[in-house]
């Protein structure tokens, strides 16, 4: 199981074995890159083992709380930390830490596995029972070995297919292979053989400022600090740069914290249209950024596409997660950097993302606050904002009526489901929470992860820092949309922004000329893949109806999405590579 994903971690490797109960790991050097972070590692006494993926940034805090309590400690590394916090407040520390991580700790003593995810599915963590075993791994390729029959989860491709859904809940793409919930322990009772789940953290109601100007510095300072815990490393870090206001914040936020010593990565495109370059050259001109430019050509995503379906194991939502496995590849090839900061989870968080902007307008109508509502929509077509931005086949995810009786896929699919309400919501920080925990960062920090360790690195995600983001859920939604501007607080804390980045109109994100793509450079490949369809065959989809939806997508029909080819595209890829047929 460890050698199958040796990529994760390729500095060390260890094993631990009692009786029925094994333990593997292959490590990844971040802290403490000597000898004593070799792991599994264990306390004192060796009744504590632990197998651990992903960062607590705030162990330098817990140690020094830990050494008064009267710990002491072998080594400089967080994993360490983790292991004395447990001894001390038990299941109850997972609650303290500040981090992304998966893991695994083998408390001799009360004879139970507690495995623990974070709070935002930044780390993965997967698990199968088969044979009366209990199998976990990293990724989902350590546990098919074990299965009897690699078979289809029907249900899962459906809403995939049909919305776009990716990690939405504990199922995958493979029936009988879970995930473990984020936010969430499992508890393997050894003496019982019994399974419990247990969550050990949830949202809760904070006091925010009032005024504007008190929140915005509160915002900044928390937003700071994020940055600042993440640059924890005892090897370099970079950032990725798209242009966008969410990393342009982080990577200007970091220079100055790091001193300078920062190096930035962007990918960039030969047509204008798509290209972020722009913004990049204010922040390289404006904020002397070091910026190391990759430009996108179509040949790396067909040729990249089985190679990033094997470190993904499931399908993925489209041809960004290519790209960014391509910029990745490349920045480990040219440079020692292992530690990069993305800027995922602001959109999320910060309701970035255009649908954010109905659900707002939604909120005001039903709160009677009618002037706010009309201010916005008047704001955003003066400015030329969101409602500017506007697409019907982007959209038509979050219309009920049209997912049910006005959409083109239906007529493809031969499988049926039940479609995920994701439309529904009683306010916007409902809404808000539904893209965290479901609908939104699951997805982006699945191919985040499996990008990033399929080339050894780790990728920080600053604004899903846990303080951070319950303190801008609990912040009334005009300080997150205002006057026609998402992202509103954001704009107003980081006076440090060129302003032309600070007030961005427009709303791009990691974006790719993939509708492009699909009508011309792939156009052949595509009727031919799906001339001899695999879904078809094993009844997911009728191939001629594809075809046929194809062919409407190339002459604009409105109504299809680039994304919907896209999917089909991906999944038949993923069923060819994984699924086996009899």
């Known amino acids: 199981m460890i050698k199958i994903v040796s990529y994760r971690g390729p500095d060390d490797e260890g094993y631990f074995l009692d009786n029925n109960i094994g333990l593997g790991h292959c490590r990844l050097s971040i802290l403490d890159l000597s000898k004593a972070g070799h792991q599994p590692m264990s306390n004192e006494t060796d009744t504590i083992w632990i197998v651990y993926n992903g960062e607590i940034y705030n162990y330098l805090e817990l140690g020094e709380e830990l050494k008064r309590q009267g710990h002491t400690f072998k080594s400089r590394t967080d994993t360490e930390v983790i292991i004395h916090s447990y001894e001390e407040w038990g299941e109850d520390c997972f609650k303290r830490f500040n981090g992304d991580w998966a893991f695994a700790i083998y408390d001799l003593n009360n004879k139970k596995i507690v495995l623990s995810r974070d709070r935002f599915s930044v780390k993965p963590l997967y698990y199968t029972i088969s044979n009366k075993t209990f199998y976990f791994g990293s990724e989902i390729k350590q546990l098919l070995p074990f299965l009897e029959k690699k078979e289809l989860n029907r249900d899962?491709?459906?809403?995939?297919?049909?919305?776009?859904?990716?990690?939405?809940?504990?199922?995958?793409?493979?029936?009988?292979?879970?995930?473990?919930?984020?936010?969430?322990?499992?508890?393997?009772?050894?003496?019982?053989?019994?399974?419990?789940?247990?969550?050990?953290?949830?949202?809760?109601?904070?006091?925010?400022?009032?005024?504007?100007?008190?929140?915005?510095?509160?915002?900044?300072?928390?937003?700071?600090?994020?940055?600042?815990?993440?640059?924890?490393?005892?090897?370099?870090?970079?950032?990725?740069?798209?242009?966008?206001?969410?990393?342009?914040?982080?990577?200007?936020?970091?220079?100055?914290?790091?001193?300078?010593?920062?190096?930035?990565?962007?990918?960039?495109?030969?047509?204008?249209?798509?290209?972020?370059?722009?913004?990049v050259n204010i922040l390289e001109r404006e904020k002397k950024l070091k910026v190391e430019k990759f430009f996108l050509e179509p040949k790396f995503i067909w040729d990249d596409l089985e190679k990033v379906l094997f470190h993904h194991d499931e399908p993925f939502g489209g041809f960004s997660a290519i790209a960014q496995n391509k910029i990745l590849e490349l920045i480990r090839k040219k440079t020692d950097i292992k530690v990069l900061l993305s800027g995922q989870g602001g959109d999320e968080i910060l309701c970035g993302y255009r649908k954010f902007f109905f659900f707002y307008l939604k909120e005001e109508i039903k709160n009677g606050h009618l002037f706010d509502f009309f201010k916005n929509i008047f704001s955003s077509l003066f400015y030329r904002t969101i409602l500017w931005q506007f697409s019907l086949a982007e959209a038509k995810r979050y219309l009920p009526l049209f997912q049910k009786?006005?959409?083109?896929?239906?007529?493809?699919?031969?499988?049926?489901?039940?479609?995920?309400?994701?439309?529904?919501?009683?306010?916007?920080?409902?809404?808000?929470?539904?893209?965290?925990?479901?609908?939104?960062?699951?997805?982006?920090?699945?191919?985040?992860?499996?990008?990033?360790?399929?080339?050894?690195?780790?990728?920080?995600?600053?604004?899903?820092?846990?303080?951070?983001?319950?303190?801008?859920l609990n912040l009334p939604s005009f300080f997150k949309i205002k006057n026609g501007w998402t992202k509103y607080i954001l704009r107003k804390s980081l006076k440090e922004l060129p302003e032309k980045i600070a007030w961005r109109r427009d709303k791009q994100g990691f974006i790719n000329p993939e509708e492009k793509w699909l009508k011309s450079d792939f156009c052949d490949k595509i009727i031919n893949l799906f001339k001899e369809s695999k879904l078809d065959e094993i009844g997911v989809l009728d191939k001629n109806k594809l075809l046929e939806m194809y062919k409407k997508f190339l002459k604009g029909d409105r109504r299809i999405w680039y994304s919907d080819i896209t999917r089909f595209l991906i999944a038949e890829l993923w069923v060819r590579k994984f699924i086996k047929y009899e």
């Open 156 to 279: 899962v491709m459906f809403k995939y297919l049909k919305q776009g859904l990716i990690d939405f809940n504990q199922e995958t793409f493979f029936k009988d292979i879970y995930k473990i919930k984020p936010k969430h322990n499992l508890i393997v009772d050894l003496v019982k053989g019994t399974i419990k789940e247990i969550q050990y953290w949830d949202y809760h109601p904070e006091e925010v400022p009032e005024k504007e100007d008190d929140a915005i510095e509160r915002f900044r300072e928390l937003f700071i600090d994020s940055v600042k815990t993440r640059l924890r490393s005892d090897v370099p870090i970079g950032s990725l740069l798209s242009g966008g206001l969410d990393s342009s914040s982080i990577s200007v936020v970091a220079k100055e914290l790091t001193e300078g010593e920062l190096n930035c990565f962007s990918v960039v495109s030969k047509e204008k249209k798509y290209s972020e370059e722009k913004f």
């Open 405 to 472: 009786y006005n959409d083109p896929i239906d007529s493809v699919l031969k499988i049926k489901g039940d479609l995920e309400p994701i439309w529904e919501s009683k306010n916007l920080k409902e809404r808000q929470i539904l893209d965290i925990d479901k609908y939104s960062v699951p997805a982006l920090t699945h191919y985040e992860d499996r990008n990033s360790m399929a080339y050894s690195s780790e990728i920080r995600l600053p604004f899903l820092d846990y303080r951070l983001v319950n303190f801008v």
